[in-house]
């Protein structure tokens, strides 16, 4: 049995004084996100709050686009977890081998990939000929 810790409650003002991360409520209730593990949830909601920090120290590509690094040890620390467990969320998320919310940039040399973290509720983009052919590319609508 785990040892149970006494926390105190929040008093007035107080609940205002932390940071939080922010997980889409999308992601949870969508059905286009019901295949999606909670651990990849969670690690789209850390990349959000990389691409907003990236945002606000101007990281933008030659296209006007928001662009992050986050190393997969920095993963494996944040989410307390091995580096099998990180390769497979980030694949879970990743434009070539999961749904798509993100697309990884290789710049090889050791260097960190380029992580661009796609909008969850884009508008709809068509699909270039070649994934159409693909029966695994579901259509997304809001």
Same mark, same amino acid.
């Given at each position: 049995?785990?040892?149970?810790? %006494?926390?105190?409650?929040?008093?007035?003002?107080?609940? /205002? !004084?932390?940071?939080?991360? @922010?997980?889409?409520? !999308?992601?949870?209730?969508?059905?286009?996100?019901?295949?999606?593990?909670?651990?990849?949830?969670?690690?789209?909601?850390?990349? !959000?709050?990389?691409?907003?920090?990236?945002?606000?120290?101007?990281? %933008?590509?030659?296209?006007? @686009?928001?662009?992050?690094?986050?190393?997969?040890?920095?993963? /494996?620390?944040?989410?307390?977890?091995?580096?099998?467990?990180?390769?497979?969320?980030?694949? /879970?998320?990743?434009?070539?081998?999961?749904?798509?919310?993100? /697309?990884?940039?290789?710049?090889?040399?050791?260097?960190?990939?380029?992580?661009?973290?796609?909008?969850?509720?884009? @508008?709809?983009?068509?699909?270039?000929?070649?994934?159409?052919?693909?029966?695994?590319?579901?259509?997304?609508?809001?």
């Amino acid at each position: 049995m785990q040892k149970q810790i %006494y926390f105190d409650y929040f008093y007035g003002g107080e609940s /205002e !004084l932390f940071s939080y991360y @922010r997980i889409p409520k !999308l992601l949870i209730t969508g059905d286009q996100f019901k295949n999606l593990s909670t651990d990849a949830k969670l690690l789209y909601g850390l990349l !959000l709050d990389r691409m907003s920090l990236s945002a606000k120290n101007g990281w %933008y590509d030659s296209s006007g @686009r928001v662009y992050i690094y986050y190393p997969l040890d920095a993963v /494996e620390a944040d989410l307390c977890c091995g580096h099998g467990k990180a390769v497979r969320l980030m694949a /879970e998320l990743d434009s070539g081998t999961g749904i798509g919310l993100i /697309e990884r940039v290789r710049q090889g040399l050791c260097k960190p990939s380029i992580i661009y973290v796609k909008q969850f509720t884009s @508008r709809a983009v068509p699909l270039p000929a070649a994934l159409l052919v693909n029966n695994d590319v579901e259509p997304f609508a809001l």
